[in-house]
């Protein structure tokens, strides 16, 4: 199987022939890998990674001379003011020149999954209205916020639509919705509020035969019926460490959607516990033998994993899952 | 439901700032003391405390509520100014070096003020040596200490160790999502809590104990 094909074989909830493998590991680390591997890329190439997670496109938001005057007063900036702000076309080619140039790479010649992140609809406003005023404007503006996400996921569904058009194999929507215990906010202003849109991107993705995938940290137990119900094909992480399980993912989940996850970057990889990361590899491989799972470290590895721990650990799921 | 006071306890429940800030004005003028009307504050913020604690209610809820009750302090503070009431208990706290996460921190910080500790929020990304100076400037009883990052808990073991390198009137309190009872035993910080209305809990007990 080439690297496309094996992720893909999880997303159709098939067995493939090895569990395919990634990491977030440049934001912390590229200094210590350049140095150890001379780049994070050959890092990528020698662990053969199978996917290529990118960034890039349009900002949705053009920010205007209103804008930048109340926050540079320190006044807050609020549901209307955000009704009033134009977005930018999220189809301007040249704004896709990089994505275009690292799709080509990946796709081409490394044959890998290439998944592009784009910030979901609850992420994409937190840097507009900063996320505390953010959360309490869901009670306090609940029609104007409504009416800025049904804007947004409009602006979601076109570039996710240009992604496409250029290779893109999934979206990956980013929009942390759990904490440690729970979820940020209540499940009904979940099914209320961000639901419908996220909603009107997968069916779009899906519908021109893409994948699509969540990115949320924390707790998200309570809206994991929703998440099945959009139809999202991938789910990162899934955080065992803020109370999402694998046995319980296992049990009632895994016909619905696929999981990226793997070494937990709050609890076991960065520890200087090398006997907990090689658990923490023969558990996954154990559990996921059959497919179900793209594994991957469940946020940014920090920065307090050592170059060797990092090696040690990529070395020891390679072992237990290519020989 | 014609009582101000019983009305503030439910603004405050609600979140609704503007009644918050009525019910409060008409408390004041109706004759009720600065006292009674921070009584009904501190039981509308039990409630969403608690009810915060058991899931049933999410951040925005506690962060609308911790509005109403700001705008209900901006017209009682003058009040207490003028009769002397001042709280009895200082809390001096902040996300340690190297930590921007806030929302957990400022939630503690509005429980804390609601149940009617004064509280001295330092922000983030705080160096050891500022927080101690602030605890000692503002005589704090209780210092707490935040941190969302595994990265940024060394910083809270400095910060806690810069502090018991002296002896100090102040107890320590510590929390935040990769902190545990454990490590906070092992940092030695005088207590842990894992959410913001344990944090009151934890508070009054610590206070009442020293
Ligand atoms: C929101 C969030 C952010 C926001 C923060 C916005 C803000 N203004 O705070 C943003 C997007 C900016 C952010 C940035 C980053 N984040 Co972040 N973030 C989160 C997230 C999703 C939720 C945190 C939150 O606000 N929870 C809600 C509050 C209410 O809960 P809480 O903070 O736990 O607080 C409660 C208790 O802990 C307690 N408590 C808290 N403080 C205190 C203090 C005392 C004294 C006491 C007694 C109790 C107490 O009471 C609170 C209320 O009940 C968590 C996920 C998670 N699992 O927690 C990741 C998470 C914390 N982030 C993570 C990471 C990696 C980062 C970044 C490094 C990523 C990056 N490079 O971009 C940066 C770090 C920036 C920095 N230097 O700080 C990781 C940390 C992993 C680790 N190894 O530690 C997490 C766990 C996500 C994950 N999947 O692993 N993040």
Not at chain 1, 55 to 62: E, N
Request: charged residues 25%; hydrophobic residues 40%.
């Amino acid at each position: 199987m080439t690297s496309k094909e094996r992720v893909e074989a999880v997303i159709r909830h098939e067995k493939p022939d090895r569990m395919p493998i990634y990491g977030w590991v440049r934001y912390n680390m590229k200094d210590k890998i350049d140095e150890r591997f001379g780049s994070v890329e050959a890092f990528e190439d020698h662990y053969a990674f199978d996917l290529a997670h990118l960034f890039g496109g349009p900002d949705a938001y053009f920010i205007g001379d209103e804008y930048t005057r109340k926050k540079e007063a320190g006044e807050e900036i609020e549901p209307p003011d955000v009704l009033n702000l134009p977005l930018n076309n999220p189809e301007e080619d040249k704004d896709f020149d990089n994505l275009r140039a690292e799709i080509k790479h990946h796709k081409e010649v490394r044959s890998r999954f290439v998944y592009v992140q784009t910030p979901g609809l609850f992420e994409q406003l937190n840097t507009v209205f900063g996320i505390e005023n953010h959360l309490c404007y869901l009670l306090e503006y609940p029609d104007e916020i409504k009416e800025i996400y049904r804007r947004q996921a409009e602006w979601n569904r076109k570039f996710a639509g240009k992604c496409l058009d250029l290779g893109v194999d999934m979206i990956h929507v980013s929009d942390d919705w759990g904490s440690q215990k729970s979820l940020l906010f209540s499940p009904d202003i979940w099914w209320d509020m961000i639901y419908p849109g996220q909603k009107l991107v997968a069916d779009y993705v899906k519908g021109r035969g893409g994948h699509i995938s969540l990115h949320s940290d924390g707790d998200i137990n309570l809206v994991v019926d929703g998440i099945k119900k959009i139809g999202y094909d991938v789910v990162h992480p899934w955080q065992e460490s803020a109370g999402m399980s694998y046995e319980d993912f296992l049990k009632n989940h895994s016909d619905s959607f696929s999981i990226m996850s793997g070494y937990d970057i709050q609890t076991t990889l960065g520890f200087g516990r090398l006997d907990d990361v090689r658990s923490a590899a023969e558990r996954v491989v154990r559990l996921f033998g059959n497919g179900g799972l793209i594994f991957c470290t469940t946020h940014f590895v920090q920065d307090h994993c050592s170059i060797d721990e990092l090696v040690f650990a990529y070395d020891t799921i390679c072992e237990l899952t290519r020989t | 439901m014609n009582d101000p006071l019983q009305q503030l306890i439910e603004a405050i429940k609600v979140g609704n700032r503007k009644i918050a800030a009525t019910a409060t004005q008409t408390a004041l003028d109706s004759g009720s003391s600065g006292k009674e009307v921070l009584g009904a504050l501190s039981e509308g913020m039990d409630d969403v405390g608690k009810r915060f604690k058991a899931n049933e209610i999410f951040v925005p809820e506690v962060l609308v509520a911790a509005r109403a009750m700001k705008k209900s302090m901006e017209l009682l503070e003058p009040i207490l100014v003028k009769s002397g009431i001042k709280p009895e208990h200082t809390l001096v706290i902040g996300t340690v070096k190297g930590d921007l996460h806030d929302i957990g921190k400022n939630l503690v910080a509005m429980m804390m003020k609601g149940a009617n500790f004064n509280v001295i929020d330092l922000g983030t990304n705080l160096p050891a040596q500022t927080i101690l100076d602030a605890a000692i400037e503002h005589k704090a009883d209780l210092v707490g200490l935040s941190a969302l990052l595994t990265t940024t808990m060394p910083a809270m073991r400095e910060t806690v160790a810069l502090m018991n390198k002296e002896p100090h009137p102040f107890k320590i309190i510590v929390g935040g999502a990769p902190i545990t009872q454990d490590f906070a035993d092992d940092i030695g910080a005088d207590g842990f809590a894992i959410d913001a209305a344990s944090t009151v809990e934890l508070a009054r007990t610590l206070v009442t104990s020293s």
